[in-house]
């Protein structure tokens, strides 16, 4: 099996993304709670986050350097 294959498998388990030594990535620290799923399910959360937050960060005048 090929290597990105077995990482994006090994991302679905649920359990792994909640197991001890994953805070070292800075996640946590950052604020960010890491969720299992699929792309589709990523893709649908970023869709969502777009729509709540985007009219925010325009409103803001909010630009990437």
Same mark, same amino acid.
């Given at each position: 099996m090929p290597a990105a294959t077995r990482l994006r498998e090994r991302l679905? *388990? =649920? %359990? !792994? !993304? @909640? &197991? =001890? %030594? @994953?805070?070292? $990535? %800075? $996640? !946590?620290? &950052? %604020?960010?709670? =890491?969720?299992p799923g699929s792309p589709e *399910?990523?893709? &649908? *959360?970023? *869709?969502?986050d777009l729509a709540a937050y985007g009219p925010i960060v325009k409103a803001a005048g909010i630009k990437l350097e």
């Open positions: 679905r *388990q =649920p %359990g !792994l !993304l @909640v &197991a =001890p %030594g @994953v805070s070292h $990535l %800075g $996640l !946590l620290d &950052a %604020g960010i709670e =890491p969720t *399910q990523f893709r &649908a *959360q970023m *869709q969502r």
